[in-house]
């Protein structure tokens, strides 16, 4: 198999890699996500609701997997929303099923894989993300460790919605191979809360001591929001912030060096 086949075959997998735990370096490296650039954001921020165009919500219930004219509604109001469900290709996979959590949390509803009457209305009424920093900057992203969410505002709108997965809060012991020596590296597994501005970054996959991260955007150190392969639904990470690899794809390109990061609130297991 070529090159470039192998490349889109990879990307394919890891759309759905927000399902599913796993994922070693080998993985990580040969899931290069260059198909996911072609993705597209609303023209207009679509974060205040009075905003959004009027939607009448099809019926029906939709799962992982469903295709059909149903899905791509679905795909394109959660784009208008500001959420990122990856192509609107009508198919309902791993990157829509990512920014359908994003939006369930938001609007208080337990996420599920599962579109249902509830989901629905939701769509038809939603409400915005809560705001945690009132008199924040313009350009600012807030990091919602109750609701595992990050909120990108650009000139004082909501421009993107994502999914996340934080800090485990499990301490750990990991020996790894740094610096071509073997070492033992403990932490504490948390993503500390607090006001941190965005640092210095990496392209594509970058080897830290306890993984791989995609496309790191550094704000606290060596926490970074970054794409990762694994994704659930709970805080699961050393203490960085993981992203659906789609959204991690398109981040960097929307978030520039020196804009606040606000982390807030804690996880309830």
């Known amino acids: 198999m070529g090159v470039g086949r192998r490349l889109a075959v990879a990307v394919v997998m890891t759309a759905g890699a927000v399902l599913v735990s796993g994922g070693g370096v080998a993985a990580a490296q040969a899931a290069t996500p260059a198909a996911v650039h072609t993705l597209t954001l609303p023209a207009a921020p679509a974060g205040h609701v009075t905003a959004a165009a009027p939607f009448v919500a099809p019926h029906g219930t939709l799962r992982l997997g469903a295709k059909g004219a149903a899905v791509k509604e679905l795909q ?13 290709d009508a198919k309902y996979g791993g990157t829509t099923q990512s920014a359908v959590w994003a939006f369930q949390k938001v609007q208080g509803l337990s996420p599920s894989s599962t579109i249902n009457a509830r989901t629905w209305r939701a769509l038809e009424n939603p409400k915005v993300p809560q705001v945690l920093v009132p008199n924040g900057k313009p350009d600012r992203v807030e990091i919602n460790l109750t609701k595992q969410v990050a909120v990108l505002y650009r000139a ?5 919605i994502t999914h996340i997965s934080s800090g485990s ?3 750990y012991c990991e020996t790894a191979t740094w610096q071509g020596k073997t070492q033992r590296f403990c932490g ?4 500390p809360t607090g006001n941190f501005k965005t640092t210095w970054r990496r392209s594509g996959w970058h080897k830290s001591y306890l993984g791989q991260l995609y496309n790191p955007v550094f704000f606290n150190g060596g926490i970074a929001l970054h794409g990762a392969l694994s994704v659930p639904l709970f805080p699961a990470s050393h203490g960085c912030v993981r992203l659906p690899m789609h959204v991690a794809a398109i981040l960097p390109g929307l978030l520039g060096t020196g804009v606040p990061v606000h982390v807030k609130g804690r996880f309830q297991r």
């Open 169 to 171: 809060g499990i301490p």
């Open 76 to 88: 394109t109001r959660l784009r208008e929303l500001g959420y990122v469900p990856g192509r609107l």
């Open 156 to 160: 004082g709108a909501v421009k993107l």
């Open 188 to 191: 504490d597994a948390r993503t």
